[in-house]
């Protein structure tokens, strides 16, 4: 019982940091362009369209 003491502000904690972190990463647009990095793969970067 006195562990429950330590571990459930601890656990409060590192909740609250991943909330924080998880914010953080919505704020600053880091999942704004989920289809881009999928077709950016498939670009060859010679800056010329495929069909042409």
Known sequence: MNTL???IPIALF???LGLA???W???SG???DLDG???RIL???NGKP???
Request: without cysteine.
């Open 5 to 7: 003491v330590y571990l």
């Open 14 to 16: 590192l909740g609250g």
């Open 21 to 23: 972190a998880f914010l």
């Open 25 to 27: 990463a919505l704020k």
């Open 30 to 32: 880091q999942y704004d």
């Open 37 to 39: 990095a999928s077709w």
């Open 43 to 45: 670009d060859d970067g």
């Open 50 to 52: 495929d069909r042409e």
